[in-house]
């Protein structure tokens, strides 16, 4: 059974920081491309970032490009989302994704696998 479980959700303030981790189990971790996606109450999800099952190849969606950085460690079956200079736009649930395939600008759609989400809230 696939599980992925998302931690480090919280209220922080504009121009603070956070780093997401979610850790995989049930799947083989290294073969996973990874990602994060959002949702904020009243929107469609949206893509935030991925990385390839390497570890090589990252994509930033252009609303987070400089502020957020994605990262992995296969050895931990573990991906993180290190977030800085939040504003309140960034608020909404951060859900973890895993799919066996990789593209640039990859979508909800191709992930077999979602967590539950956690949630972050930035205020203003």
């Known amino acids: 059974q696939v599980q992925l479980v998302e931690s480090g959700g919280g209220l922080v303030q504009a121009g603070g920081s956070l780093r997401l981790s979610c850790a995989a189990s049930?799947?083989?971790?290294?073969?996973?491309?990874m990602a994060w996606f959002r949702q904020a109450p009243g929107k469609e999800r949206e893509f935030v970032a991925g990385?390839?099952?390497?570890?090589?190849?990252?994509d930033h969606a252009n609303s987070v490009k400089g502020r957020f950085t994605i990262s992995r460690d296969n050895a931990k079956n573990t991906v993180y989302l290190l977030m800085n200079s939040l504003t309140p736009e960034d608020t909404a649930v951060y859900y973890c994704?895993?799919?066996?395939?990789?593209?640039?600008?990859?979508?909800?759609?191709?992930?077999?696998?979602w967590g539950q989400g956690t949630q972050v809230t930035v205020s203003s």
């Open positions: 049930g799947l083989t971790f290294s073969r996973h491309t």
């Open positions: 990385i390839h099952w390497t570890g090589g190849p990252t």
């Open positions: 994704a895993a799919t066996r395939v990789w593209s640039y600008g990859i979508v909800a759609g191709s992930f077999s696998y």
